[in-house]
């Protein structure tokens, strides 16, 4: 089992930036693939970004390429989602995932952590 709990969330405006970061327990951290899911009020949870075991691949929604980066610290069983130039419309609840596999389909992980508000203000 893996347990995950996302920090970092809160109030910004518009244009500024965040950075969320996802602790993760257990010693089989560097084993998973790590992704970052979000959900708005009245919306299905959408994946985010998405980054393999040693971080030579990742994947990013259209709606955040370019302005949002993800990354890991494999000796410090962290991943952390960068997040630049904010929009309103990236106002969500953000949750951190993980599984085994790079390889799937985008929404099945199998441990999630209880997320963190964010909130852009325009």
């Known amino acids: 089992q893996v347990q995950l709990v996302e920090s970092g969330g809160g109030l910004v405006q518009a244009g500024g930036s965040l950075r969320l970061s996802c602790a993760a327990s257990?010693?089989?951290?560097?084993?998973?693939?790590m992704g970052w899911f979000r959900q708005a009020p009245g919306k299905d949870r959408e994946i985010v970004a998405a980054?393999?075991?040693?971080?030579?691949?990742?994947y990013f929604a259209g709606s955040v390429r370019g302005r949002f980066t993800i990354f890991r610290d494999n000796a410090k069983n962290r991943v952390f989602l960068q997040m630049n130039r904010l929009k309103p419309e990236d106002t969500a609840v953000y949750y951190c995932?993980?599984?085994?596999?790079?390889?799937?389909?985008?929404?099945?992980?199998?441990?999630w952590g209880q997320g963190t508000q964010v909130t852009v203000s325009s």
């Open positions: 995932a993980a599984r085994e596999n790079w390889i799937g389909p985008p929404d099945e992980y199998d441990y």
């Open positions: 257990g010693r089989t951290f560097s084993s998973y693939t």
């Open positions: 980054i393999n075991r040693n971080g030579l691949n990742t």
